[in-house]
Nanobody, 127 residues
Framework: QVQLVESGGGLVQAGGSLRLSCAAS????????MGWFRQAPGKEREFVAA????????YYADSVKGRFTISRDNAKNTVYLQMNSLKPEDKAVYYC????????????????????WGQGTQVTVSS
């Protein structure tokens, strides 16, 4: 069982930056691929970024590529999402999630494979 707690959300002006953190409980964190998803009001949850268990493999949605960076610190059981050049359309609740399949070499964009989810953190970008 993994518990995930996001933090770092808030209000920022367009063009600004935020860094989200996701702290995980459990010794198995270092074996799991991790993902970030977001959900805007009235829209479906969408994939943002993912990182494999070692950090060697990352993948981004086209909408955030070049602006967002996902990283992890397995010693701290934490995954990060650095968000730069934020746009009003990035406004959403951001969720981190853990893929329970141990040490998969690749990452997955499908929300359905992620078994563990945090409660979400709100990101608001003003224009």
């Amino acid at each position: 069982q993994v518990q995930l707690v996001e933090s770092g959300g808030g209000l920022v002006q367009a063009g600004g930056s935020l860094r989200l953190s996701c702290a995980a409980s459990g010794r198995a964190f270092s074996n799991y691929a991790m993902g970030w998803f977001r959900q805007a009001p009235g829209k479906e949850r969408e994939f943002v970024a993912a990182i494999n268990w070692s950090g060697a493999r990352t993948y981004y949605a086209d909408s955030v590529k070049g602006r967002f960076t996902i990283s992890r610190d397995n010693a701290k059981n934490t995954v990060y999402l650095q968000m730069n050049s934020l746009k009003p359309e990035d406004k959403a609740v951001y969720y981190c999630a853990a893929d329970p399949r141990p040490r998969t070499s690749d990452v997955d964009v499908r929300a359905s494979v992620y078994a563990y989810w945090g409660q979400g953190t709100q990101v608001t970008v003003s224009s």
